[in-house]
């Protein structure tokens, strides 16, 4: 890409026993492309390597132990440390190396968020017949029930300034995976369909098993969904990560 940005940016993953794909996923992010980069796991008390390996790859480690997909991004977009905000899967899933590119994107048309859709670029083997029919099931009913136009309404891969926050409206209630679509829903009716948009990427087969219950977690956000549209999703936790958090950029992290 030549130039350097003219930006900063972290990149969130959050873990979950992650250990087989941290390191993979961590060396797929390019360098030296931007002011400064933050690659910040927020970890959910993993109890493989995760956190460990994580370090060693020079990444930020903060240890986020109330459970949940939603809990660690709502810790994780509070205290990162720069402008801009990319989120991915610590599952070598989404495509790292297009992250300088999406983020110039940003940049040169002046977005305030996008969201990747993985639906229509997906490689083979990526998504089970099953979590494909339940993406469009879900997807559908968003845009069924809000009309705001999203392809991949459970996509985890987002690129937007971290200033979106300072309306509150725009910070995300729910601590478990409707997280995903709530944070695109509340993009498309707060900043509004010229400022955040969708764009597709390559989506590819997961490293390393999934903790996620496919039943369980589509129920959950199709509970979402309707209780959002009625206006009864409640918030169980506060914003933002607790002051007592290990962070090893405090240097309190404990050893795993
Ligand atoms: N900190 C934290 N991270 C979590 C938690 N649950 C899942 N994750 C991480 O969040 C990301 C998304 O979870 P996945 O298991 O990949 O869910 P998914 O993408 O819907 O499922 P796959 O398609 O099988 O990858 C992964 O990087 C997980 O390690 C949690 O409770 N806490
Ligand atoms: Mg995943």
């Given at each position: 890409m030549g130039d350097i940005l003219p930006t900063t940016v972290t990149i969130i993953l959050p873990t979950r026993n992650e250990e087989e794909a941290i390191e993979p996923t961590i060396d797929s992010i390019p360098t030296g492309w931007c002011k400064k980069l933050e690659i910040l796991v927020v970890d959910?008390?993993?109890?493989?390597?995760t956190r460990e390996l994580a370090l060693k790859k020079g990444a930020r480690v903060h240890l986020e132990d109330r459970r949940g997909y939603g809990r660690a991004y709502r810790t994780g977009f509070d205290i990162a440390s720069h402008d801009i905000i990319v989120t991915m899967d610590a599952d070598c899933t989404y495509p790292a190396e297009l992250v300088p590119k999406l983020v110039k994107r940003l940049l040169d048309e002046n977005l305030e968020y996008i969201t990747c859709d993985r639906l229509s670029l997906a490689e083979d083997g990526s998504m089970s017949g099953l979590h494909g029919f339940g993406n469009w099931a879900l997807s559908f009913t968003a845009r069924l029930l809000f009309g705001y136009g999203i392809k991949d309404s459970q996509s985890g891969m987002w690129v937007f300034r971290k200033s979106i926050f300072e309306n509150s409206k725009m910070r995300p209630t729910n601590d478990g995976m409707p997280l995903s679509e709530e944070i695109k829903l509340l993009a498309r009716k707060h900043i509004g369909k010229e400022k955040a948009i969708e764009i597709s990427v390559p989506y590819r087969p997961r490293v390393g098993d999934a903790e996620i219950h496919t039943w369980g977690d589509g129920w959950k956000n199709f509970k979402f969904l309707f209780a959002k549209r009625i206006g009864l999703n409640r918030t169980k936790t506060p914003w933002g990560g607790r002051d007592s958090n290990p962070d090893s950029m405090n240097k309190d992290l404990p050893e795993q």
């Amino acid at each position: 890409m030549g130039d350097i940005l003219p930006t900063t940016v972290t990149i969130i993953l959050p873990t979950r026993n992650e250990e087989e794909a941290i390191e993979p996923t961590i060396d797929s992010i390019p360098t030296g492309w931007c002011k400064k980069l933050e690659i910040l796991v927020v970890d959910g008390n993993s109890s493989d390597k995760t956190r460990e390996l994580a370090l060693k790859k020079g990444a930020r480690v903060h240890l986020e132990d109330r459970r949940g997909y939603g809990r660690a991004y709502r810790t994780g977009f509070d205290i990162a440390s720069h402008d801009i905000i990319v989120t991915m899967d610590a599952d070598c899933t989404y495509p790292a190396e297009l992250v300088p590119k999406l983020v110039k994107r940003l940049l040169d048309e002046n977005l305030e968020y996008i969201t990747c859709d993985r639906l229509s670029l997906a490689e083979d083997g990526s998504m089970s017949g099953l979590h494909g029919f339940g993406n469009w099931a879900l997807s559908f009913t968003a845009r069924l029930l809000f009309g705001y136009g999203i392809k991949d309404s459970q996509s985890g891969m987002w690129v937007f300034r971290k200033s979106i926050f300072e309306n509150s409206k725009m910070r995300p209630t729910n601590d478990g995976m409707p997280l995903s679509e709530e944070i695109k829903l509340l993009a498309r009716k707060h900043i509004g369909k010229e400022k955040a948009i969708e764009i597709s990427v390559p989506y590819r087969p997961r490293v390393g098993d999934a903790e996620i219950h496919t039943w369980g977690d589509g129920w959950k956000n199709f509970k979402f969904l309707f209780a959002k549209r009625i206006g009864l999703n409640r918030t169980k936790t506060p914003w933002g990560g607790r002051d007592s958090n290990p962070d090893s950029m405090n240097k309190d992290l404990p050893e795993q």
